[in-house]
Structures are given as C-alpha cells and as structure tokens.
C-alpha cells in the first residue's frame, strides 16, 4: 500500500501491538517500513492496561488543553479508551471526540475524588460516616432517646474529634456482620468500628486495614443455668444459635471436632434473631465473642438465669478498619486509638483535661498536627469530648454497666492486661 493510498478511519494491524489509524501510519512512513511502530502505540497502549482511568494517563502527559487535540493526542487518549481502534474507528469524528471527553471526564471525576483522601472526604462533608452493628448493647446502640450510645461509638465520635474538632459530627450507618466490609471498601463509610475481628485473611484479600487493637475478645458459650454444663466439653449433641458472617461458626466446629464432640449449628443473619432464637429455646447454646454475648445476655428476660462458660476458644482481637487505599487516613484512625490508651496511662482524663491538663495534651499530640495535618489542640478535643481509653470501657462496659465486665486482659500493660500503645514521640 502507499502512503497516497491511505484512508481516514482504517485500520492496519502490525506486529503484535494494536493497530494505528492509517492517517498516523502514513505521517509516520509506515507505508514505506513495515515493520515501524510509532513509539507512543507500544508505550500508551501498555499503559492502558496499568493504569485504571483515562484521565490518570492523560494527566501524566500533562496535555494543556483539548480544545483543538493534536492527532497523536488524540491516539494517546484512544489507546486509553479502548486499547485499538475497532472501538473507536475514526477517532478523528466529532462524534468519537466527544464520547472520548465523556470518559474523560468520568474518570477526572472518580480521580480526583480518590486522590481527594478520605479525610478530605470528611472534611468536606463536616461529617464523619461511621460504620456500626446494627444493636449491640455496650458497643454500639441507640438509646431511648434514639441517640448512639457504646464503645465502639464513642471511638467514632473521637475520630471526629480529631479530624473536625467535634464528636458530634457523626453520622452512623449500622451494619449487618455480612455487609460491613462491602460498606466500607464500595466508600459508603470513612470508618468501620463494628467489633470486628482483625484475621490475616480479612487483612490481606479484602482491600481493608485493621487500624489496632481496641478490644482483646475470645469466642465463648452463653447456656441456660439450668442447662447444667460448666465446660464447653458438656455440650455432645447440642444445638448452638451462631450468626453468619462471622468467624463464630468455623471456630466452633473446628473445636467441637477437635474434642470429638458433635454438635449441629443454626444460622441467623442477624444478632437479634439468634438470641430470640435462644431465648425460645430453639437452640440450646449461644455462641460468639464473649463481650457480645454478655450483651446479648443483658436483653433476656431474665439475665442472671445465664451464664457464660470459662472456656475460651479463640483470639478475636477487634478494632477500627479503614480502607488500605488511604495510608493517611488510616494513620489518623489508628493514631487516635493509641492516643486514647496513652492518655489513660498517663493519667490524662476529661476532668484533668478541663482543670490543668490541657497544654500537656497538646505536647503528646504535637507529632500529628503537622504530618496528619490536624489542629494543635486535637488530643484536647478527644480527650475532653469521649475521656480515656478506661473511661471510655467503663463508662459503656465495666462493672457498673449491665454487661458487668472486667477490664481483664484489656487492662494497661502496666496493670497486668495487654492494652499496649506505642509512645507518642
């Protein structure tokens, strides 16, 4: 073919790269060598595959403008779109330009609101969206007044704190045990803290961070008193109420079948169902982490005819999770749990914050204001606003609270526990 032969809109495919419109074959000679290819259709064309939008390569070449686009412009940008030209036969159309800046500017769009951050996100909104259960006593549930009220909810309302310097910019979302995760990679929330369990598999397949540790937990059994067992090993040819999307189930089979006990599972896809299930006896053992199912004890009828056996069966190490896209983010999240623990080991409180505290609550968080871009006065604001990490559990947990719990393992590292927040230096 040569080059006087050409015409707008074919296509001819060399070597094993996409094809190049003919009008570019023929100002680049490659009637006359043919085995020539054009630089940019090996470069953009593998790029297409790297990179996830348009605009994103587009913007790495830095174009100042598309009012008048250069042909190899406009190659680059459809290399992008859809890679050759059987799509975008004559890229040179006004009507194959304009579908051209459509995606263009959807993908400036998705973009920019990724690389926005999601403290950004808040910010902008003045409002933290908080991922919760959907009714949890202790952890997370509305009052009567139908305000929130828990631990994992006042961990919500200091990251607020922090991030727009009021807990009450909280907007929360509650959550199924089988949608949290979902909720909060599809962006529908900045914050899961729905006691949830850190596990390498959630940490390493489902695009998500595990900020800390805010509540060392075991799985455990609630029985009836009159049920007679003392031991999980009792329990040959029970019935055990388990709620789904949890790692309840596997930890309890894995153990009943270790002990060669066998025993049947009903499932339910909510906490409510599977304790009114209990409470009808339908099964004859409740099974999930121990803080939860003294929770859920504390809505029977009658509470004290339940006991939760000693027996421990597994790590359940819950905390805050956020998106592992957003490092920044997670930092400010994570940072903000270690500075709750600090403070309750270093003696600072919501009184001392208000009496003579306050420019030493400023020291400790001085490290952050600059690198996560926070106000000076952050940690007075989460201190003042929720307390410490111990006034937080005993205030919604502890031994005046209907779930009655000890601190237990979830005591200070200096008090005997494993609660441990790295120094805020």
């Not at 189930?249 to 896809?269: I, P, T």
């Amino acid at each position: 073919m040569q080059t006087g032969d050409v015409r707008l809109g074919q296509t001819q495919t060399r070597g094993p790269f996409s094809p190049c419109p003919l009008y570019l074959q023929a100002r680049y000679g490659l009637g006359r060598e043919a085995d020539f290819r054009p630089p940019v259709c090996r470069d953009w064309t593998l790029a297409a595959f790297r990179l996830t939008t348009g605009y994103a390569i587009v913007l790495a070449e830095g174009y100042p403008t598309f009012d008048q686009p250069t042909d190899l412009e406009m190659f680059k940008l459809q290399c992008v779109l859809s890679g050759s030209l059987d799509l975008l036969s004559s890229i040179s159309s006004r009507f194959s330009f304009a579908y051209a800046i459509v995606v263009f500017f959807i993908g400036f769009v998705v973009t920019q609101s990724v690389a926005a951050g999601t403290l950004d996100d808040v910010r902008s909104r003045d409002k933290l969206i908080c991922g919760v259960s959907e009714g949890l006593p202790g952890f997370s549930e509305k009052d009567g007044s139908g305000v929130w009220r828990g631990f994992d909810v006042d961990f919500c309302k200091a990251v607020a704190a922090a991030a727009l310097g009021d807990t009450g910019k909280v907007e929360y979302l509650p959550l199924s045990a089988t949608a949290r995760f979902d909720a909060l990679t599809d962006r529908r929330i900045d914050l899961l803290s729905r006691n949830s369990t850190w596990t390498m598999s959630r940490d390493l397949e489902l695009g998500i961070e595990f900020a800390g540790v805010s509540y060392f937990d075991g799985q455990g059994f609630l029985v009836p008193t009159l049920f007679g067992a003392s031991s999980a090993l009792q329990l040959d040819g029970a019935r055990i109420c388990v709620a789904s999307g949890t790692t309840s189930e596997q930890n309890a089979a894995d153990f009943f079948q270790s002990k060669n006990l066998k025993v049947s599972f009903l499932r339910f896809n909510k906490w409510a169902d599977a304790r009114a299930a209990y409470a009808l006896e339908k099964c004859d053992v409740f099974t999930g982490d121990r803080s939860a199912l003294a929770a859920e004890r504390s809505l029977l009828p009658a509470p004290q005819n339940h006991v939760i056996l000693r027996d421990v069966i597994s790590k359940e190490p819950l905390g805050p999770v956020t998106r592992e896209d957003d490092p920044k983010w997670t930092g400010l999240v994570r940072w903000t749990l270690f500075a709750l623990i600090n403070a309750e080991e270093l003696g600072l409180n919501m009184k001392s914050i208000a009496a003579d505290q306050r420019q030493q609550a400023i020291a400790l968080g001085a490290p952050a204001t600059k690198s996560l871009g926070l106000a000076d006065d952050w940690l007075v604001k989460v201190i003042g606003g929720v307390g410490n990490y111990g006034e937080i559990f005993e205030r919604n947990l502890g031994e005046n609270t209907p779930l009655d719990l000890s601190r237990g393992i979830n005591a200070l590292w200096t008090q005997g526990g494993l609660l441990y927040a790295p120094p805020m230096q």
